[in-house]
């Protein structure tokens, strides 16, 4: 499993005289996965195994299709992770900053796609829906077969933090908890930057290895990388990527993810415990060692499972959003002769909510795009859909309209809810 060092802390002479301090620090030094992957139990495999199946079998049972789905899920993701970093961000702020970003990259800025800059969300909203580019483009990566590499994951960090000075394998010691001038009293402390490119380079070759159930491999990288704490900023997220890159690999869920962040997130005390408990002091043979891989694989599989339960959830819950939605498009159209008989009518409308699960901001240009039709075409298929009470009219920067579906970005704050009181009842 590992061993913790002991190293002498010398002070930063730039720190305040209560930050001088010296003293001994206790490092830990994780063994390496590559040559000597620890041996699991039986039952954890066989569970891992079974889960893996579950997730599998949501291609054909899921109510709505996964790649109808994929944009939520990657959405839901994202909003956890985030979280679970301490960035609260409402939903329909971060598919504001997606929609300007998607906007921006298909027509090089936002401005020259939709008619001016779009406006109404916050920094963090725009740095969750970066997340969600790079968790696509990640799955998307991965899914193709391609081998993780230290470089790879140095990518992810560099495309999840752009503007971030540090990218790389960091250069000095960090540590979490604690004084910010020494790692004295740190809650934990990864290993000297000395050792963490060989680290980093053993974890990327284990992370390729195919002989291991694909749960357990991207549980044993999440847990190892977050131990090493490659990075001066970003492990989190990197970490939690790396899990969709390795499941994603083995083809598990295609373009969709598993909301794990979003479990993760309403059971931090268990995972902030599981990964403590998981950087054992001593062999790796050892009683105590099998017992800290089973706290932490325990976990990890519960959360995978919990993440399956609400992939399908959340399908469930679309498709009943949509019949609700279908109910009221056909209510209004038989009280309302204005907007009757229209030949582009019900399939425009019909094609625009199909879309608003991935994508629920829209604008005439934006929705004229996807449905391959004019401008106006587009505009008054989404009044349509705001007459019947489906979507809602907002506007969304200078001179430009927006669309937007607020009931799909709800069906992420019940989940929260919903996981949320799980636990208090358990």
Do not use: K, Y
């Given at each position: 499993m590992g061993r913790y060092g002991e190293q002498l802390w010398s002070p930063d002479p730039a720190a305040p005289a209560r930050g001088r301090r010296v003293g001994v620090y206790r490092p830990y030094y994780p063994d390496p996965l590559a040559a000597s992957p620890p041996a699991l139990p039986r039952d954890l495999l066989s569970r891992a195994t079974a889960i893996e199946a579950s997730i599998r079998a949501l291609r054909g049972t899921a109510t709505v299709s996964l790649e109808r789905a994929a944009g939520f899920l990657?959405?839901?993701?994202?909003?956890?992770?985030?979280?679970?970093?301490?960035?609260?961000?409402?939903?329909?702020?971060?598919?504001?900053?997606e929609f300007a970003a998607t906007a921006a990259t298909a027509a090089t800025t936002a401005?020259?796609?939709?008619?001016?800059?779009?406006?109404?969300?916050?920094?963090?909203?725009?740095?969750?829906?970066?997340?969600?580019?790079?968790?696509?483009?990640?799955?998307?990566?991965?899914?193709?077969?391609?081998?993780?590499?230290?470089?790879?994951?140095?990518?992810?960090?560099?495309?999840?933090?752009?503007?971030?000075?540090?990218?790389?394998?960091?250069?000095?010691?960090?540590?979490?908890?604690?004084?910010?001038?020494?790692?004295?009293?740190?809650?934990?402390?990864?290993?000297?930057?000395?050792?963490?490119?060989?680290?980093?380079?053993?974890l990327a070759t284990y992370a390729s290895d195919g002989r291991q159930p694909a749960l357990i491999l991207a549980g044993l990288v999440h847990a190892q990388f977050e131990t090493i704490q490659p990075f001066a900023d970003g492990n989190g997220r990197v970490g939690r990527a790396l899990i969709h890159s390795l499941l994603a690999r083995r083809g598990l869920l295609g373009p969709a993810v598993l909301p794990i962040s979003l479990v993760f997130m309403t059971r931090s005390d268990e995972y902030v415990a599981a990964l403590t408990t998981f950087c054992h002091d001593g062999p790796p043979d050892s009683a105590a060692a099998h017992a800290a891989l089973r706290q932490w694989f325990t976990f990890f599989l519960d959360a995978a499972a919990a993440a399956v339960e609400e992939t399908r959830r959340f399908t469930v819950e679309l498709a009943a959003l949509r019949r609700s939605w279908d109910v009221r498009l056909s209510a209004f159209r038989n009280r309302t002769t204005a907007f009757r008989n229209k030949p582009w009518g019900p399939s425009m409308s019909d094609q625009l909510l199909a879309a608003?699960?991935?994508?629920?901001?829209?604008?005439?240009?934006?929705?004229?795009?996807?449905?391959?039709?004019?401008p106006r075409t587009a505009r008054a298929a989404a009044e349509e859909l705001v007459a019947a009470g489906i979507l809602r009219r907002r506007q969304i920067g200078r001179g430009t309209i927006g669309y937007l579906s607020r009931e799909v970005s709800d069906l992420f704050s019940s989940a929260e809810r919903r996981l949320v009181a799980s636990r208090k009842r358990s």
């Open positions: 990657l959405r839901s993701e994202a909003i956890g992770s985030a979280r679970m970093e301490g960035i609260r961000v409402a939903p329909q702020q971060v598919a504001l900053a401005t020259a796609a939709t008619g001016t800059a779009i406006e109404g969300f916050s920094v963090s909203a725009r740095e969750v829906a970066h997340t969600i580019a790079t968790l696509r483009q990640a799955v998307t990566d991965a899914a193709q077969g391609r081998t993780i590499t230290v470089n790879g994951i140095v990518d992810l960090q560099r495309t999840l933090l752009p503007e971030h000075p540090g990218i790389g394998p960091r250069t000095v010691q960090t540590w979490l908890g604690g004084s910010e001038w020494n790692p004295l009293d740190a809650a934990f402390v990864p290993p000297p930057a000395s050792a963490v490119e060989g680290l980093l380079a053993d608003l699960p991935e994508f629920p901001v829209l604008t005439e240009v934006s929705a004229a795009r996807r449905l391959d039709v004019p």
